[in-house]
């Protein structure tokens, strides 16, 4: 069965809230002030029973100009819209800008009634009827029913009662969300329950128990209990009017206008992207820079609109625009939005929302311009290439880009699929992907400084992953950095080997005289064993220049040589051999005790510490109280 919400719309005291009462026997003005004055102050909520037992929730909206604000933020969640005209009066001047608030919001259905008719003579509601077929030219509302109805009479109510159920039998079926949102239109508490909060359930299902968060704040609460229509409900569908009690919470911690929604669904921005456009009888000019009030979902916000190829919009114009907000909110791609001049307050204009968490944009960027018509018309493939490209560096998942960019979830596999064997998509692997011109960015800058490194150290293998990691940004992302370098190898950019990353095609040349160099120092550290001189020493004693220095260090990068701390190098064979006769140690005793090892060894005490201290370092062993043990599973890197 459809869910589906009816909205009112109208001038003040033309009997919008009565009809509802008439229709469904509900009274949606529950405040006071709104008893006293006769007039809808704040929004109202009711349900409407058809006789095949569909149950429909209304949304009654204030009508008075100064309230209008407050009819925004209950306009958003209406699906099928009843413009409710008195036949006393007419058409007025909130008619009109509900009515353009509607056509903004991209409402499709609806009807409009024509109340009061008890009180005007036949002759007069033909020409009432004649100015709102005027009115309605060129809207949604062109071909829509219009119902002359009296409360007073029980007239027409049952005409109606047709015209809604025909309409909400025609809806679409909603589009599959990866995550419940639901954002807020009222907060109050009861007692023995604690937080309450309202609103129309946009996207996804809703269960009772299931762990959700407020956004924009981020803060994560936990639905008790679910009731739609005064009825405890275990789950909630889109379309539903909800009820939904967090008690973790308390009231003055929630406003108006935040969005309870599913984990991890939604993103918290200042900025949004969007086309926008402006109302054909407006005389009020919307330009670059323009300081605006923004009417989305439920919330209320100021920020400037920055016009993206021109500099101001007159009336029945639109271009593509970025939004920027002075707080935080958070939005999905496809969400209508309603612009009202800051001073006076007025209404201009709406938009949809085309990206929800965009970068910041330049005036007249021509690939700004392009990116927007991507994301207004483009395919799930050209705009899953372009979110990829648009968070360069961020390596999201294919489902935080979906999230992100409002794109159908269950496709974004295939098409991230279909994008790699194109070659625009670099998979890192099962769930990350990123842009090939992002992979050739990081793979230019590699092979640049290899090739400066090979110039600098000609006799080293190559430079250490984790310096390789660390000049391209990524040393607290490994795994990427490994997936990068590891498809710059299957590309036969880079090899790597024994941990040591060079150029595909660089090999170490050895002339004459560096050979020689390279037997004198393995000769004297295999003769040297475990005694070897200070390396600062040794350099000095046997050979200061650069060249040999070089040479030294090229060993230490093939790991001939071992560099145990800033004082020792020692031959590889012989931390092996001490690694072994540690080994041999602790297979007869609990703990290896430094002096014992030395002795074992028949090494200085410095020697045997360094040895040690390289061994726990590198997870071969493990100090203890008393002296040193074999970690479980230990591998030396």
Known sequence: MRHVIIGTAGHVDHGKTCLIKALTGIDTDRLKEEKKRGITIELGFAYLDFPDGQRVGIVDVPGHEKFVKNMLAGAGGIDVAMLVIAGDEGIMPQTVEHLDILSILGIQKGVVVITKTDLVEQDFLELVEEDVKELVKGTFLENAPIIPVSVFENKGLDSLLSVLKSLCDSFPKRKEASGFRLPIDRVFTLKGFGTIVTGTLMDG????????????????????????????????????????????????????????????????????????????????TVRNGSR?????????????????????????????AQLRLEEETVARMGDHFVLRFYSPLETVGGGVVLDACPRKHKKND????????????????????????????????????AGRNSLNPSGVKNAARKLAEEKKLIPLSDQVYIHCDEMTSYEKNTCRFLEEYHKSYPLWEGMGIEEVRSRLNLKENSSFADALLDVMKERKSIKIQNGLVSLYRFHVVIREDEDAMLREITEYYKQAGFAPLATEVYLKEHGSSKK???????????????????QYCIHSSFYEKAKESFREMAAQKPEVILGEFRDYLGCSRKVAVALLEHFDKNGFTKKTEGGRILKDSATLK
């Not at 609109?305 to 114009?317: P, Q, S």
């Not at 040999?548 to 800033?566: A, E, G, M, Y």
């Open 548 to 566: 040999f220095q070089s040479v030294f260090h090229s060993l230490l990068n093939k790991k001939v040589l071992i560099r145990l701390d800033s």
């Open 366 to 401: 021509q690939n700004a311009l392009k990116s927007f018509s991507i994301k207004e018309k483009g395919t799930l493939e050209e705009r899953l290439e372009l979110s990829a490209r648009e968070h360069w560096g961020c390596f999201y998942s294919l489902t935080e880009l």
């Open 205 to 284: 299902k809703m269960r009772k128990g299931q762990d959700a968060v407020l956004y924009p704040e981020n803060v994560p609460v936990k639905i008790r209990n679910i009731q739609v229509h005064s009825m405890d409900e275990d789950t909630a569908w889109p379309g539903q009017r909800v009820a939904v009690n967090i008690p973790d919470r308390r009231k003055e911690e929630i406003m108006r206008g935040d969005v309870l929604a599913s984990r991890g669904t939604l993103y918290p921005t200042r900025m949004l992207d969007g086309r926008v456009e402006i109302l054909k009888h407006t005389k009020r």
């Open 292 to 320: 605006v009030h923004i009417y989305l979902g439920t919330k209320e916000l100021l920020g400037k609109i920055v016009l993206m190829d021109v500099d101001e919009l007159k009336a029945g114009e639109s271009c593509y």
